[in-house]
């Protein structure tokens, strides 16, 4: 019955039903990967929060090369880790990231420099700020003084944006639309951390004005339905193939026929009408 399936057609439609197959649980395979990603941050995300903060040099290396450089990137393991650091602020390379939502609010996110003991900085996100009430998204809002004297913070530790743009500076203040720290460091006048702080609490305190910015967790769950979707699609294309296999075979040994119409009108009379 089923030898049909040896012809060079058949044979074509099982091929490219196999490579469907494949390709499918491939993406789904991806889509596994990305799932595990994701989860990996989301978990990171939540130890970070509830963990004892560690000092700056044991999640973020020090720079080592001259002023506009920037140090080792941290390892994907090291983001969302709570550090600490003391230093000074370098109130004159305030750097404003504008077009940043926070309740659905376009604002501004206030990076600053945090220029430690061994001459070296890093960058601190002290929170977000809104627009000038009335004023255009790229005018400059009114920042909150930074505290002057030793500071000492605490926070999370995040990668380097990619990508970037300009980093432009205007009546005295850097902008730029990411958090891109090689490029900001170019402007800087002492070498910066690879990865900047997302501030939690600062001594002395962070001025209200501000803030914080909130931490999203990334949407694992979406990653985990392609996957089941993927694979369900790579099932659904094998058994397509045997369900139309079957059928074929069915047909041609002639168990698939409709049986034809019974005419009733050449029927003899039943004895019961005789």
């Known amino acids: 019955m089923y030898r049909f399936l040896l012809t060079p057609r058949w044979l074509g439609y099982l091929a490219l039903t196999l490579v469907a197959a494949a390709v499918m649980v491939f993406l789904g395979n991806w889509q596994l990967d990305r799932y595990r990603g994701r989860t990996a941050v989301n978990e990171r995300i939540d130890a970070g929060a509830t963990m004892a903060p560690v000092p700056l040099p044991d999640a973020l290396p020090a720079p080592t090369a001259g002023p506009g450089s920037t140090g080792p990137a941290p390892a994907e393991r090291i983001t969302w880790t709570k550090v600490t650091a003391t230093g000074r602020y370098d109130t004159s390379n305030i750097v404003l990231v504008r077009g940043r939502t926070v309740d659905s609010e376009v604002g501004f996110e206030v990076l600053t420099p945090l220029v430690l003991a061994d001459g070296s900085a890093v960058l601190v996100d002290r929170g977000w700020i809104p627009p000038v009430p009335g004023g255009s998204a790229t005018v400059q809002p009114q920042v909150p003084a930074a505290p002057t004297g030793d500071v000492t913070v605490t926070g999370r530790v995040v990668a380097s944006e990619s990508g970037g743009g300009a980093v432009d500076r205007r009546d005295g203040k850097l902008e730029t639309r990411r958090i891109s720290i090689p490029r900001i460091a170019k402007q800087l006048p002492y070498p910066v951390a690879g990865g900047y ?71 003899p009379a039943s004895s019961a009408s005789a």
């Open 197 to 267: 702080v997302l501030l939690d609490q600062q001594t002395p305190a962070a001025d209200p004005a501000f803030q914080a910015v909130p931490i999203g967790h990334t949407n694992n769950w979406q990653n985990f339905g392609y996957v089941v979707q993927w694979w369900l699609f790579a099932a659904m294309s094998i058994f397509g193939y045997g369900w139309v296999a079957r059928r074929e075979a069915r047909r041609a040994a002639g168990l698939g026929k409709p049986r034809p119409p019974v005419d009733r009108a050449a029927e």
